[in-house]
């Protein structure tokens, strides 16, 4: 059974050291998506938006390409040929964030993670709204290096799991109004309620900003909805 690639042959399944011969990569389509980062451009200082809404991310400090496709595919070592990710280490994206839900409206954010050290201090993987109390969105890995949920200085939502054992991890981060839940390779790993009035801001960011700490690690496939 072949899922999206128009060149599969009976023979496909063979080599089973790739998922090139049986799979493609989908491009979203989701009237929801709002950005999508595959990141597999490998050279450059920007990586394209392939949600249709053109929100390019932009680096800010040197981009450092890795040679091979990111993330690991049902929990197995497999990954595509080609491909690239992005080690982040003081550097970071900025991308567009007018459009992006404000309030307390609904939101998910989908991405890949690998990293080995948690830091002294929450390290940002996602920021959207102001860094005023209750007016931000933030995604972060916090000091025992679980996926952490902020408004920006109250309430906190945390997954209680450490993610930072040198595998690449599928995070999910969801909420429904003010409640909020975290998957870790589509495990439910917190729960919580956040009262969040995401301001309206100009600029999002992964992976760092420049006023804060910025994440060590790995990241790939980025995808954000509202």
Known sequence: LYYGNSNATAGSDTNLDTLDNIFTKKLETDATLLAEYHMDEGIGVSTVDTSGN???????????????????WDGI?????????LQFAGNWLTLSGTGFPTGGNSRTITFWVRATVAQANWT?????????????????????????????????????????????????VQSILNNYTIFI???????????????????????????????TGFMDGVRYYN
Request: aromatic share 10%; net charge negative.
């Open 54 to 72: 053109n929100r390019t991310a932009t680096f800010v400090g040197n981009p450092v390409w890795q040679v091979n496709d990111g993330g690991q």
């Open 124 to 172: 940002i993987l996602f920021l959207t709204g102001n860094r005023v109390s209750s007016q931000a969105w933030l995604v972060a890995v916090d000091p025992q290096g679980n996926i952490a949920l902020s408004n920006w200085g109250q309430s906190v939502v945390s997954s209680g799991v450490n993610i930072c054992d040198g595998n690449w991890h599928f995070i999910r």
């Open 77 to 85: 070592n497999k990954q595509f040929n080609f491909g690239s990710h």
């Open 185 to 215: 390779d589509e495990v439910n790993r917190g729960t919580g309620v956040m009262t969040t009035n995401t301001a309206l801001s100009a600029t999002a960011y992964i992976g760092g900003h420049p006023d804060e700490n910025d994440f």
